[in-house]
């Protein structure tokens, strides 16, 4: 698998056997290289559901093309996937509907456990330790900390019966901040950044648009600075002009506060709007990695061929 090189070292291999005529390899350094530590890395990430057998005891099940077994029927949504994201990096990740890309966050955030892999974050002891393996309550602190996630189904991350600014105060307050008068203000300042009426910060997240719901969402994961940000599907189902809203919102909110952000999306326009680089999911598996203008303007293998051919 590819890994990643930063846009402005792009071309340095080419550039490591210096020509005569060129002085421009002596920019790029080792030195220059080793200050882009991944935030995040992700390592054979697998997940399986069902009861599994002999069959399917990897992820690569004998072969078979499909991710189903065919002896007992169980699947592996997600087969060792390895990747990393760089600080405030934006990673899209397409591919069609059953190919992993929920399965793949969900485990990134603790909702499910994954059957096997392992993921660092540099910010976090140093991206010395295996989150998968952290007890339940440190799991609990990277979710307030390190990561927020946005659901496609704001109902999966809202309370809709609090109010929205209550729905930040949550996540404050799992944080450990109690002081009233600055959970407010710090509300009110996360709601006036989606572009919520401050009129409307105690009205519960029920009586919104769509959009609005997930402008909430998008504040409430943001409320403790994580440095990393989950998105699934996040316009899917909104009207064409919200959509457009929704993703100035995301893409302001990267350049402002630098964030680092996986965007699943089967939306390829939405990936080429917001992604630096882009992995493709089919059955499981990564197919094809890359930056996103070479994704989506040469695509190398027949199934990214097939999507942004007959999706764009
Ligand atoms: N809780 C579960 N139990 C059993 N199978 C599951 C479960 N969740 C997901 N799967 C299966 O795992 C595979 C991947 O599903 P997943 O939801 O990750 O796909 P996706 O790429 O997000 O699709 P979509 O674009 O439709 O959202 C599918 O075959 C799905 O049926
Ligand atoms: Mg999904
Ligand atoms: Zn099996």
């Given amino acids: 698998m590819e890994s990643y090189v930063p846009e402005e070292l792009a071309g340095a291999n080419e550039a490591a056997v210096p020509d005569e005529a060129s002085t421009d390899s002596a920019a790029v350094s080792a030195s220059d290289i080793d200050v882009e530590i991944p935030l995040l890395q992700v390592r054979g990430l697998s997940q399986r559901f069902g009861p599994g057998c002999a069959y399917c005891a990897e992820p690569t099940i004998r072969g078979e ?3 189903r077994c065919p002896r007992c029927g ?40 994954a059957s096997a892999g392992s993921m660092t974050v540099s910010s976090y ?10 007890s339940a309550q440190q799991k609990r602190y990277i979710r307030n900390h390190v990561m927020g996630m946005v659901y496609q189904n704001p109902y999966l991350g809202l309370r809709m019966n609090f109010s929205s600014s209550g729905n930040i105060a949550e996540k404050l307050i799992a944080a450990d901040h109690f002081h009233v008068g600055r959970i407010r203000e710090r509300a009110a300042d996360l709601l006036g950044k989606v572009e919520i009426p401050l009129s409307r ?16 969402q998008i504040s409430k994961a943001l409320a403790n600075n994580p440095p990393l940000l989950l998105l699934d599907e996040v316009t899917t189902g909104l009207d064409l002009s919200v959509q457009a809203k929704v993703l100035d919102l995301i893409r302001s909110i990267q350049r402002e506060l630098n964030v680092a952000m996986i965007v699943v999306s089967h939306d390829l326009g939405v990936i080429r709007m917001l992604a630096n680089r882009t992995m493709v999911l089919r059955q499981g598996l990564i197919v094809e990695q890359g930056l996103t203008d070479q994704i989506l303007e040469d695509p190398q293998h027949p199934y990214t061929q097939l999507l942004v051919h007959s999706l764009l």
């Fill in 65 to 67: 093309e499909s991710n």
């Fill in 125 to 134: 002891e140093n991206g010395s330790v295996n989150l998968f393996t952290r």
């Fill in 201 to 216: 910060m105690d009205e519960p997240p029920r009586n919104f648009s769509g959009g609005m719901q997930q402008r909430v």
């Fill in 74 to 113: 169980s699947i592996w949504a997600c087969r060792s996937l390895s990747f990393e994201l760089y600080p405030g990096e934006i990673l899209g990740v397409v591919g069609e509907s059953g190919s992993g890309k929920s399965t793949m966050v969900k485990c990134l955030y603790f909702d499910e456990q």
